[in-house]
């Protein structure tokens, strides 16, 4: 069965940092692309994050570029999101997800205070 948890979400000052953790299983996060996305109140749900399968190749959405860094662990097989100078609208649940299945976790909630 397929299952993706996200942590480490919380509150921070402007400027600050938080990682981001998505443990899964029933699959290998290495043989699949796999990405972060976030949803601020009100608005869509929007791509912020992925890394290719293998080789992991990444990329970022213009808003975060330079400042988030995705990653992953495959002993622990998770994926991980480094936060730095977050910013306000940088607010929202953040979500993990598998390029290969279309299930979602929980997510976990970013709130960056100005």
């Known amino acids: 069965q397929v299952q993706l948890v996200e942590s480490g979400g919380g509150l921070v000052q402007s400027g600050g940092s938080l990682r981001l953790s998505c443990a899964a299983s029933?699959?290998?996060?290495?043989?699949?692309?796999m990405s972060w996305y976030r949803q601020a109140p009100g608005k869509e749900r929007e791509l912020v994050a992925g890394i290719t399968r293998g080789s992991g190749v990444t990329n970022y959405a213009d808003s975060v570029k330079g400042r988030f860094t995705i990653s992953r662990d495959n002993a622990k097989n998770t994926l991980y999101l480094q936060m730095n100078s977050l910013k306000p609208e940088d607010t929202a649940v953040y979500y993990c997800?598998?390029?290969?299945?279309?299930?979602w976790g929980q997510g976990t909630q970013v709130t960056v205070s100005s």
């Open positions: 029933g699959f290998t996060v290495s043989n699949y692309a």
């Open positions: 997800k598998c390029a290969r299945f279309g299930s």
